[in-house]
Protein backbone atom coordinates (compact mmCIF):
# COMPACT_ATOMS: atom_id res chain seq x y z
CA UNK A 1 0.00 0.00 0.00
CA UNK A 2 1.40 3.29 -0.79
CA UNK A 3 1.78 6.04 1.59
CA UNK A 4 0.37 9.16 0.09
CA UNK A 5 1.17 12.62 1.78
CA UNK A 6 4.05 11.74 4.28
CA UNK A 7 4.96 14.99 6.72
CA UNK A 8 5.85 15.33 10.19
CA UNK A 9 3.66 15.32 12.93
CA UNK A 10 4.40 18.67 13.69
CA UNK A 11 2.98 19.86 9.84
CA UNK A 12 -0.35 17.65 10.86
CA UNK A 13 -0.47 19.17 13.91
CA UNK A 14 -0.04 22.98 12.27
CA UNK A 15 -2.37 22.32 9.66
CA UNK A 16 -4.90 20.84 11.58
CA UNK A 17 -4.43 24.03 14.23
CA UNK A 18 -4.56 26.63 11.27
CA UNK A 19 -8.64 27.15 11.51
CA UNK A 20 -8.50 27.88 15.29
CA UNK A 21 -5.26 29.95 14.62
CA UNK A 22 -6.53 32.23 12.01
CA UNK A 23 -10.07 32.53 14.55
CA UNK A 24 -8.27 33.19 17.01
CA UNK A 25 -5.85 36.23 15.07
CA UNK A 26 -9.01 37.34 14.21
CA UNK A 27 -10.74 38.15 17.46
CA UNK A 28 -7.54 39.26 18.83
CA UNK A 29 -7.37 42.30 16.18
CA UNK A 30 -10.98 42.71 17.10
CA UNK A 31 -10.53 42.92 20.50
CA UNK A 32 -7.22 45.61 20.70
CA UNK A 33 -9.61 47.35 17.80
CA UNK A 34 -12.51 47.49 20.68
CA UNK A 35 -9.99 48.36 23.33
CA UNK A 36 -8.61 51.36 21.09
CA UNK A 37 -12.19 52.48 20.60
CA UNK A 38 -13.03 51.95 24.18
CA UNK A 39 -9.43 54.27 25.17
CA UNK A 40 -10.53 56.82 22.26
CA UNK A 41 -14.56 56.93 24.13
CA UNK A 42 -13.09 57.47 27.44
CA UNK A 43 -10.49 60.54 26.49
CA UNK A 44 -13.20 62.00 24.72
CA UNK A 45 -16.30 61.80 27.62
CA UNK A 46 -13.33 62.90 30.11
CA UNK A 47 -11.93 65.85 27.87
CA UNK A 48 -15.50 66.94 27.22
CA UNK A 49 -16.32 66.88 31.42
CA UNK A 50 -13.19 69.00 31.74
CA UNK A 51 -14.31 71.56 28.90
CA UNK A 52 -17.67 71.74 30.62
CA UNK A 53 -16.09 72.12 34.02
CA UNK A 54 -13.14 75.01 32.66
CA UNK A 55 -15.03 77.82 34.63
CA UNK A 56 -15.02 75.54 38.18
CA UNK A 57 -11.32 74.68 38.00
CA UNK A 58 -10.56 78.31 37.55
CA UNK A 59 -12.18 78.97 40.01
CA UNK A 60 -10.69 76.65 42.37
CA UNK A 61 -6.84 77.64 40.72
CA UNK A 62 -8.12 81.90 41.44
CA UNK A 63 -8.04 80.42 44.86
CA UNK A 64 -5.87 78.47 45.22
CA UNK A 65 -5.70 75.06 44.24
CA UNK A 66 -2.78 73.61 43.03
CA UNK A 67 -2.13 71.08 39.65
CA UNK A 68 -1.89 68.34 42.07
CA UNK A 69 -5.27 68.99 43.28
CA UNK A 70 -7.17 70.16 40.12
CA UNK A 71 -5.48 66.43 38.58
CA UNK A 72 -6.53 64.69 41.36
CA UNK A 73 -10.13 65.63 41.48
CA UNK A 74 -10.59 65.05 37.30
CA UNK A 75 -8.68 61.62 38.20
CA UNK A 76 -10.98 60.64 40.89
CA UNK A 77 -14.22 61.31 39.22
CA UNK A 78 -13.22 59.64 36.37
CA UNK A 79 -11.50 56.23 37.87
CA UNK A 80 -14.60 56.41 40.09
CA UNK A 81 -16.59 55.72 36.83
CA UNK A 82 -14.21 53.12 35.65
CA UNK A 83 -14.36 51.32 38.77
CA UNK A 84 -18.11 51.45 38.54
CA UNK A 85 -18.61 49.80 35.08
CA UNK A 86 -15.67 47.32 36.02
CA UNK A 87 -17.52 45.87 39.20
CA UNK A 88 -20.75 45.64 36.94
CA UNK A 89 -19.00 44.86 33.80
CA UNK A 90 -16.50 41.50 35.72
CA UNK A 91 -19.28 39.25 36.48
CA UNK A 92 -20.60 39.17 33.07
CA UNK A 93 -17.28 38.82 31.41
CA UNK A 94 -16.34 35.90 33.68
CA UNK A 95 -19.52 34.25 32.34
CA UNK A 96 -18.82 35.39 29.05
CA UNK A 97 -15.64 33.37 29.49
CA UNK A 98 -16.86 30.72 30.80
CA UNK A 99 -19.31 30.34 27.53
CA UNK A 100 -16.93 30.78 25.42
CA UNK A 101 -14.94 28.36 26.66
CA UNK A 102 -17.52 25.27 26.96
CA UNK A 103 -18.71 26.74 23.35
CA UNK A 104 -15.57 26.33 21.69
CA UNK A 105 -14.78 23.41 23.93
CA UNK A 106 -11.23 23.00 22.07
CA UNK A 107 -9.98 21.72 25.48
CA UNK A 108 -10.44 19.72 28.25
CA UNK A 109 -8.60 21.51 30.83
CA UNK A 110 -9.41 24.58 31.71
CA UNK A 111 -6.05 26.67 30.54
CA UNK A 112 -6.77 29.64 31.99
CA UNK A 113 -9.92 31.38 30.39
CA UNK A 114 -11.11 32.31 34.15
CA UNK A 115 -8.00 34.49 34.63
CA UNK A 116 -8.45 36.33 31.39
CA UNK A 117 -11.11 38.69 32.35
CA UNK A 118 -8.72 40.27 35.09
CA UNK A 119 -6.24 40.42 32.59
CA UNK A 120 -8.12 42.69 30.10
CA UNK A 121 -9.97 44.26 32.92
CA UNK A 122 -6.41 45.31 34.32
CA UNK A 123 -5.65 46.73 30.62
CA UNK A 124 -8.43 48.31 30.41
CA UNK A 125 -8.38 50.23 33.74
CA UNK A 126 -4.19 51.10 32.58
CA UNK A 127 -5.70 52.69 29.36
CA UNK A 128 -8.39 54.47 30.95
CA UNK A 129 -6.28 55.92 33.28
CA UNK A 130 -3.85 56.83 30.76
CA UNK A 131 -7.13 58.16 29.29
CA UNK A 132 -8.23 60.46 32.15
CA UNK A 133 -4.85 61.89 32.86
CA UNK A 134 -4.06 63.22 29.68
CA UNK A 135 -7.62 65.84 30.52
CA UNK A 136 -6.84 66.22 33.30
CA UNK A 137 -2.92 67.70 32.92
CA UNK A 138 -4.41 69.76 30.64
CA UNK A 139 -7.03 70.93 32.98
CA UNK A 140 -4.69 71.86 35.60
CA UNK A 141 -2.73 74.03 33.12
CA UNK A 142 -5.87 76.51 32.36
CA UNK A 143 -5.13 80.28 33.61
CA UNK A 144 -7.84 81.03 35.93
CA UNK A 145 -8.35 84.15 34.47
CA UNK A 146 -8.37 83.36 31.43
CA UNK A 147 -11.19 80.29 32.17
CA UNK A 148 -13.15 83.14 34.37
CA UNK A 149 -13.27 85.38 31.51
CA UNK A 150 -14.60 82.26 29.14
CA UNK A 151 -17.27 81.53 31.13
Same mark, same amino acid.
Given at each position: ????????????????????????????????????????????????????????????????????????? =??????? /??? @?? $? &? %????? *???? !??????????????????????? =??????? /??? @?? $? &? %????? *???? !?????????
Amino acid at each position: QPVAQVRTMQAHVEQSLAGPRAISAFLSVMAAIALALSAMGIYGVMSHAVTQQNREIGIRMALGADRGTVVGM =VTRSGMT /LVG @VG $I &L %LGSPL *AFLM !ARGVSSALNLFEADVGMGMLPVV =VGGALTA /LAL @VS $I &L %LPAAR *ASRV !APVTALREG
